[in-house]
């Protein structure tokens, strides 16, 4: 059971979100800083960034696993080596999703009904590979959602602060 959980870590890279919450984090305590906060809004904000980051990795993975197959550094990846399954992928994705999106409409009105345009984007990265060179780019503006949203789910704005920052994290 510990082996299979650890595989679906390594299947959405936990570790990279881990790597990736500052980004978030750092908008929600700035945008906190005048006003009250509580726990309970901070771990809405945590599980809204990290269903949205897994939901975008098994995406990643599910759009890509025909491209993974063929490469031989990517062959061995879950879905092309067939530790994990397509339709366990595409339920694992539904499900951060929703997810998301429940977390998101928790926060406040606003960040749910933008949570919906979120996960098209997030899928869009994938597709973004095939046809641009500039897909990085695209990667970084889903990375830069976090700030946004987490100076959305607390001030239902975004300030300057938040969009120098969400602009760093997309040229970072």
């Avoid at 890279?13 to 809004?41: N, Y």
């Avoid at 977390?103 to 984007?121: E, I, M």
């Amino acid at each position: 059971m510990v082996a299979r959980i650890f595989s679906w870590f390594e299947f959405i890279k936990i570790g990279h979100t881990v790597f990736a919450l500052p980004f978030c984090l750092i908008s929600a305590i700035l945008a906190m800083r005048d006003f009250a906060w509580s726990w309970r809004q901070m771990a809405w904000i945590v599980s809204a960034f990290v269903f949205a980051r897994a939901f975008a990795m098994a995406m990643n993975r599910i759009l890509d696993r025909r491209y993974d197959a063929l490469n031989p550094r990517t062959s061995g990846r879950h879905l092309p080596a067939g530790s994990i399954s397509l339709s366990g992928a595409a339920w694992f994705a539904l499900i951060c999703g929703i997810a998301f999106a429940h977390s998101a409409v928790t926060l406040n009105l606003l960040c749910g009904f933008l949570s919906v345009p979120a996960l098209g984007y997030l899928a869009l990265y994938s597709y973004t590979k095939r046809f641009t060179q500039w897909s990085h780019l695209v990667l970084g503006g889903g990375l830069a959602m976090a700030p946004v949203g987490a100076e959305l789910a607390v001030l239902g704005t975004v300030s300057i602060l938040a969009q120098a920052l969400a602009a760093a994290v997309v040229f970072w």
